[in-house]
C-alpha cells in the first residue's frame, strides 16, 4: 500500500525522465538489496523517494533545511543538488510516516554519502550513479565492482565524482571525501 501510494504521489512531483530515472534506481536497489541481504521494501521505499524532492525549488529547499537540518546543510545551503536528499528524508517522515533511521538516512545521504552509512545507505547512493539509465565513461566498471564488493565499487564511483567536481571547479561535499576515507580504511 505505501509503495502504491509513493508512486502515485512521485508522478505528479517529478518529470517523466526524473520518474523514469527513480524507477531505475528503484531497480538497481532491489537487485543490489538481494545481492547484499537488505529488505527489499527497503529499498525500494528508500529508492522511490530519493530524488522526491528533487524538482522542489532552491527556495523551498532551503527553508526546510534552515528549518531543520541546518547545522548539516549551512554550508550548501544554495545547492538544490545537495539538499534535495535532506528533503526528501522529511517528506518520507513527514507525508509517508516514514521512522526507519536507515530509509531516511539513506534518502538523505544518497548524493553526498556519509561515514558509517548502512548497507541501504551504500545501495541507494549507489544505485543512484549506476542505474540502467546512466551512462558515463567509467560506469561500467563502477557496476562490475559493485557486483564484486560494493564498497569497492563505491570508492571508484566516490572517487571519479571528487575528480569530476575539482576539474569543474565545484565545491567537493565533505560527507563524500569523509565516506570515501572511511572505505579505504575498511579495506
Excluded at 30 to 36: C, D, E, F, M, N
Excluded at 127 to 144: M, N, Q
Aim: glycine content about 6%; some cysteine.
Amino acid at each position: 500500500m505505501l509503495l502504491k501510494e509513493i508512486r502515485e504521489n512521485l508522478k505528479n512531483k517529478v518529470s517523466e525522465k526524473r520518474y523514469n530515472h527513480i524507477l531505475g534506481v528503484e531497480e538497481t536497489a532491489v537487485k543490489l538489496a538481494k545481492r547484499y541481504g537488505v529488505k527489499e521494501e527497503d529499498a525500494r521505499i528508500a529508492a522511490l523517494l530519493h530524488d522526491y524532492a528533487k524538482q522542489f525549488s532552491v527556495y523551498e529547499m532551503e527553508k526546510i533545511c534552515i528549518e531543520n537540518f541546518y547545522e548539516e546543510t549551512k554550508d550548501y545551503i544554495d545547492q538544490g543538488e545537495i539538499l534535495h536528499g535532506y528533503v526528501g528524508a522529511y517528506i518520507a517522515e513527514k507525508e509517508f510516516n516514514i521512522i526507519d533511521k536507515n530509509i531516511l538516512d539513506a534518502i538523505k545521504y544518497h548524493t553526498t554519502g556519509k561515514r558509517g552509512l548502512s548497507i541501504l545507505g551504500k545501495i541507494i547512493y549507489i544505485a543512484d550513479s549506476i542505474e540502467p539509465g546512466r551512462d558515463y565513461p567509467t560506469v561500467k566498471i563502477i557496476r562490475e565492482a559493485v557486483e564484486e564488493d560494493i564498497n569497492k565499487g563505491i570508492i571508484i564511483e566516490s572517487s571519479e565524482k571528487i575528480k569530476y567536481l575539482v576539474d569543474i571547479g565545484a565545491k567537493v561535499h565533505l560527507y563524500t571525501v569523509d565516506m570515501r576515507n572511511w572505505l579505504l580504511e575498511k579495506k
